[in-house]
């Protein structure tokens, strides 16, 4: 009868502490990391950039756009207009100063 305790409590513990992995593949509706945020200004032309908020992206000139995230790995970030199924932008962020955006000016700094 032991020996049965002894094993059932091993392998209950066992199945408790398995790590669990986070699924890349999933769109977050949470808040968009925080070294994402910020006003990012547009290399090519400064008086235009886009505004990163807590739930949303704003593009000069245009609406605030509420928007799914997701990390795709080796510091990319895809973003989904959360009422739309097919349009995705992509970020790469380099530093706290500089990414790319695959949608109107490319090069962002801060």
């Known amino acids: 009868m032991k020996k ?3 094993i059932t409590v091993s392998l ?3 199945v408790v502490t ?9 769109w977050h509706s949470s808040a968009i990391p925080r070294h994402l945020r910020g006003y990012w200004y547009a290399k ?3 008086r235009q950039g886009v505004h990163i ?3 949303s992206i704003h593009y ?3 609406k605030n756009v509420k928007v799914k995230w997701r990390y795709a790995g080796n510091h990319r970030y895809y973003f989904k ?10 970020m790469h962020y380099y530093t706290a100063h500089k990414m790319t955006l695959n949608s109107y000016w490319h090069d962002y700094y801060k």
């Open 44 to 46: 090519a032309n400064p």
């Open 18 to 26: 398995i790590p669990t992995t986070a699924d890349a593949a999933v």
């Open 53 to 55: 908020n807590k739930h």
């Open 60 to 62: 000069s000139g245009e």
């Open 4 to 6: 049965f305790l002894l």
């Open 12 to 14: 209950a513990l066992t």
């Open 81 to 90: 207009y959360k009422r739309s199924q097919g349009f995705t932008i992509t």
